[in-house]
């Protein structure tokens, strides 16, 4: 079954400094995969999403994502952390069972030092 | 103008309760979802509407009941409540199918069973 990994509990950055979260996941075919950021106390918001394409996903926020099928990984960048990017993120795939069906990695909460 | 809005934000309740979420979207999706968040931040969906009919129910105890009345709204039934029932619970909502186009979700539910 289709699974997703952040190996990652929680980060910690510098503001100013760069930012990689990293995600794996275990699929079949060609995943379907999405980045989203959960503020505390809120829902989640979508940052960006993959399923085919350039390899190299734009988002909001000043986010992006690569996705290497050989390392059946789809890490999340950034280049210069905001203090107001501290917040939980989460990787997710599309599952092969359901159109419909997401399939959450457990988060990475990213703390970010002034 | 909130895309997804759940009802209560809060809710705390005794254990053997009976209680409903209400969720309502404004987007004008077909389909729309309830997952479950537990203290690990750990997302699992419970259930999907599509155009008013079920199309996702996954292992949920038979003690949570999902309604839809119409495309716009799905509501949560839990009886009995438990100690285990203690999460967030997220409405969220997708045009079509979630895995292509991705989710959006309300600001969730905090469930305290006491």
């Known amino acids: 079954a289709q699974s997703v990994t952040q190996p990652d509990i929680h980060i910690t950055v510098s503001e100013g400094a760069s930012l990689e979260l990293r995600c794996n996941y275990s699929y079949g075919a060609t995943p379907y995969l999405f980045w989203y950021v959960q503020s505390p106390g809120q829902g989640l918001q979508l940052l960006l999403k993959?399923?085919?394409?350039?390899?190299l996903v734009q988002g909001i926020k000043g986010f992006e994502a690569e996705f290497k099928r050989s390392q059946s990984s789809f890490n999340l960048r950034k280049p210069s952390v905001h203090w107001s990017d501290a917040a939980e993120y989460f990787c997710?795939?599309?599952?092969?069972?359901?159109?419909?069906?997401?399939?959450f990695g457990s988060g990475t909460r990213l703390l970010v030092r002034p | 103008d909130t895309a997804v809005s759940q009802t209560p934000k809060y809710l705390v309740t005794q254990m053997g309760n009976d209680k409903s979420i209400k969720c309502e979207q404004n987007?004008?999706?077909?389909?729309m979802y309830w997952y479950k968040q537990d203290s690990k931040k750990f997302l699992k969906i419970m259930f999907s509407y599509n155009n008013k009919e079920l199309i996702i129910n996954e292992t949920v105890p038979n003690r949570f009941s999902p309604k839809s009345p119409d495309k716009a709204h799905l509501n949560l039934h839990i009886n009995s409540l438990e100690l285990g029932d203690s999460a967030v619970y997220f409405c969220a909502s997708s045009q079509g199918t979630g895995v292509v186009y991705g989710y959006t979700f309300g600001s969730g539910t905090r469930l305290t069973v006491v």
């Open positions: 987007l004008g999706h077909d389909t």
């Open positions: 993959y399923f085919s394409g350039d390899t």
């Open positions: 997710a795939v599309g599952a092969e069972d359901s159109s419909y069906k997401l399939i």
